[in-house]
């Protein structure tokens, strides 16, 4: 593909919630890690919104004449997924990977080029635990009882992405509920096993990651602890991309992402469409009904 690098890209930047020309870390690279989906059930518009947003970034990237690198990965280790295999009878992680199955072939029907890497959590598990050692290692995460929680207190620029206080984050509201933190605004790292849930053993004995530590580790794995872009809906500005900035420098000070971006909710009735509120579409509901071009 010819180079067209004369052609100035400006990105808008959630960090510095201004747009700024991209300039990728390594002439003629770009490194983009963008937040998948959660695999356990059919994914709705809102999922395809953010999709097609950034699948749009990264074909005009290659536009551009970039080498991208482009990774999206699929949370299938997760709360949301182990609740709905109980109520199915299922296996959570059987599940998770019919989920994972099914989007993919939704992005074909939506005609979205496939990521260079799919990575999924639980193949990644000796990079998760790996990198849960180093923020213990560097004294900014504490074990209880089998948990490993993050001392949201070690991150001085703690709230720099969403411009929230650690203080406004009162337990029971963003955070789960639990005595034996340290800090109300502490996240888990590593969740000890529960009887019926998937588990792997760690060095604090068997259980799962938590949701934020997952993409930390995968997204150093497959792009070192600095690259150009990361994306993902706007709701996962807060807690999720907050907790990973937080986690990542604690694991390696020299962590650092030129640009986040984030695309918006799609709305139904003014309301966020969303599994939990039950006003969503999914995309192969509309695709298989209303856009015969996809088959």
């Known amino acids: 593909m010819g180079n067209n690098r004369k052609e100035e890209l400006?990105?808008?930047?959630?960090?510095?919630?201004?747009?700024?020309?991209?300039?990728?870390?390594?002439?003629?690279?770009?490194?983009?890690?963008?937040?998948?989906?959660?695999?356990?059930?059919?994914?709705?518009?809102?999922?395809?919104?953010?999709?097609?947003?950034?699948?749009?970034?990264?074909?005009y990237?290659?536009?551009?004449?970039?080498?991208?690198?482009?990774?999206?990965?699929?949370?299938?280790?997760?709360?949301?997924?182990?609740?709905?295999?109980?109520?199915?009878?299922?296996?959570?992680?059987?599940?998770?990977?019919?989920?994972?199955?099914?989007?993919?072939?939704?992005?074909?029907?939506?005609?979205?080029?496939?990521?260079?890497?799919?990575?999924?959590?639980?193949?990644?598990?000796?990079?998760?635990k790996a990198m849960i050692q180093q923020i213990i290692d560097n004294g900014c995460a504490y074990v209880v009882d089998g948990d490993v929680f993050f001392s949201v207190d070690r991150s001085l620029d703690y709230g720099q992405l969403s411009r929230q206080r650690v203080e406004n984050h009162r337990a029971g509201e963003r955070v789960a509920v639990d005595s034996r933190k340290r800090d109300p605004a502490d996240f888990a790292l590593w969740k000890a096993a529960k009887p019926g849930e998937p588990s792997w053993e760690s060095p604090w004995g068997p259980g799962r990651p938590g949701w934020h530590i997952e993409c930390s580790a995968m997204s150093a794995h497959y792009l070192s602890h600095k690259f150009d872009i990361h994306g993902g809906g706007i709701d996962l500005i807060f807690p999720h991309h907050e907790n990973e900035i937080a986690q990542s420098r604690a694991a390696c000070p020299e962590t650092h992402i030129n640009y986040w971006m984030h695309n918006g909710h799609v709305t139904n009735n003014n309301e966020k469409m969303s599994k939990s509120l039950g006003n969503f579409f999914t995309i192969r509901d509309v695709s298989e009904n209303y856009f015969s071009f996809v088959n």
């Open 10 to 59: 400006k990105v808008y930047n959630s960090m510095t919630q201004q747009k700024e020309v991209l300039q990728p870390l390594v002439e003629g690279k770009v490194g983009m890690y963008v937040c998948g989906i959660t695999a356990y059930d059919f994914s709705h518009l809102g999922h395809a919104r953010a999709a097609v947003a950034f699948d749009l970034l990264y074909r």
């Open 61 to 128: 990237l290659l536009h551009l004449g970039y080498e991208v690198n482009y990774v999206r990965n699929f949370t299938d280790v997760d709360d949301k997924i182990i609740n709905r295999a109980n109520e199915k009878g299922e296996n959570p992680l059987s599940l998770s990977d019919r989920f994972c199955q099914e989007y993919r072939k939704d992005m074909d029907d939506l005609q979205c080029f496939t990521p260079t890497h799919q990575p999924r959590v639980s193949d990644h598990m000796e990079q998760i």
